[in-house]
């Protein structure tokens, strides 16, 4: 079989099977948003994308699921695979292209979030063995440390994108408005409505006049979150 080149697998849930694993209460329609959102970077690489929701997944573990949604899509002839999640609103189109691009110059790529997991992997076919994939301490604080060890064995060279914040309850939500850069205003207010925040109440770090100068959205700091 030829080799089809990239593909991006989207492993993300349905909103209905977030909410249920995700501690943010009535968040069903931020977990719809985010994967639209998600799947519409991804398609814009103009790369193929495959969406393995809850319904598509095989396996009983989040390890065997994921593992077997990789392998699925490399049974389909893909010789590199870009696999995210719908949780990281700071993933942008151009983290995938600059993925993309060193997968084809044969380098492995992840992208470490702040919970010691990862938001992004790129894979070379070659780099992928389900065993093994399968034996990793999934969605633990080890995780992106001993992937990251055991790819730095087995690819010629790992790419390491910033760290990005991802979404697993409601103190990440909160963490999210101190570095709002880049994200969309719709976002915002929906995530502001979850809190039940409102100009009155919101005085952490920043007020809703530098959040919103100008009626905008809008924060100048958030290092983590940039890419070049």
Known sequence: MNSLGTAILV?????KQDLANKHIPKGEHLFDVLTQTTLKKAKKTGLPVFHFSDEDQVGVSFG??????????????FSNIITIGNDTPHLKTQHLKHTAQQLAMGNT???PSIDGGFYLL????SNFEVAEFQNFPWQRFSLYHQISLWLQKES????????????????DLQSLLSFS???????????????KINRS???????????FPNSFLYNKGS?????I
Do not use: H, M
């Open 181 to 195: 850069t880049g994200l969309s205003i719709s976002l915002l207010l929906l995530i502001i409505g979850l809190l």
């Open 64 to 77: 065997e699921r994921f593992t077997n949604a990789i392998a699925s899509v490399f049974d389909r002839g």
């Open 156 to 171: 010629s060279e790992l790419i390491k994108l910033p760290v990005l914040q991802d979404l697993d309850n409601e103190g």
């Open 223 to 227: 290092p983590t979150v940039s890419f």
């Open 109 to 111: 790529v992840i992208g």
């Open 122 to 125: 790129g894979l070379q076919k």
């Open 201 to 211: 109440l919101y005085n952490v770090k920043q007020n809703f006049s530098s959040l």
């Open 11 to 15: 492993f993300a849930n349905s909103a």
